[in-house]
């Protein structure tokens, strides 16, 4: 079983839909969790961390459940500026483990 | 703009040259990382630098050799290289060794081996 693991996609949804994504993890002592995005051929960029109350940055919502080892992210009223892969990214506090990403289209 | 710089941005290499990947931080960063990355694949961890001493060698060939001259600057020196190590290579760092979970990323050097 992968460390982290993502459904990779692609999610194709059109302008103003809402679409999420799930993230499983392994490690039950993993301490840290966050969603980074990354634009075709650029680096990643932190998205958001997510908190175990979970969190909300504007139209971006991350949750945490520790119970059943997932972290999700929502997006609401998706823009053409969205479209990019979404890696979700695991701190164990021993190492920064990548899931492979998901992979969002938005369409016109 | 990111706050870590890479250069070059591209590299073509055959694979007897030697040549170096450069990246450089000053936000005080006292953690430092190369990944690699390949197309539609998460970034792979290469080597980590804290505090400008080699932490973790993720079983990296030797062709690939990192270098940390001083808090701010880390290099990777590459030698005899494979066309299989063609990819994006990627710099980052953090306050401290995965300290909170963000790397900042430099652009990544898009490296062809011929």
């Known amino acids: 079983r992968k460390e982290v693991e993502q459904d990779p996609g692609p999610f194709n949804v059109p302008e103003g839909a809402t679409v999420a994504f799930n993230c499983t993890y392994s490690?039950?002592?993993?301490?840290?969790f966050f969603w980074y995005r990354q634009d075709c051929r650029k680096e990643p960029k932190l998205l958001m961390s997510?908190?175990?109350s979970g969190n909300e940055d504007g139209r971006f919502t991350a949750q945490l459940n520790r119970a059943s080892q997932y972290i999700s992210l929502l997006i609401r009223d998706s823009k053409l500026s969205d479209s990019a892969t979404y890696l979700c990214?695991?701190?164990?506090?021993?190492?920064?483990?990548f899931g492979s990403g998901t992979r969002l289209q938005v369409q016109p | 703009d990111t706050e870590v710089t890479q250069t070059p941005k591209h590299l073509v290499m055959g694979m007897t040259n030697k040549k170096s990947l450069k990246c450089e931080q000053h936000?005080?960063?006292?953690?430092m990382y190369w990944y690699k990355q390949k197309a539609k694949k998460p970034p792979e961890l290469m080597f980590v630098?804290?505090?400008?001493?080699l932490s973790i060698n993720e079983s990296v060939p030797s062709r690939f050799s990192p270098e940390c001259p001083n808090s701010s600057l880390l290099n990777l020196h590459l030698h005899a290289l494979q066309p299989e190590d063609s990819a994006l290579y990627l710099c980052?760092?953090?306050?401290?060794?995965w300290g909170t979970g963000e790397l900042f990323f430099g652009e990544g050097s898009r490296l062809t081996v011929l």
């Open positions: 997510v908190y175990s």
């Open positions: 990214v695991v701190n164990s506090g021993r190492a920064l483990t």
């Open positions: 980052a760092s953090s306050q401290r060794m």
């Open positions: 490690n039950s002592a993993s301490q840290s």
């Open positions: 630098y804290s505090y400008e001493k």
């Open positions: 936000m005080g960063h006292r953690a």
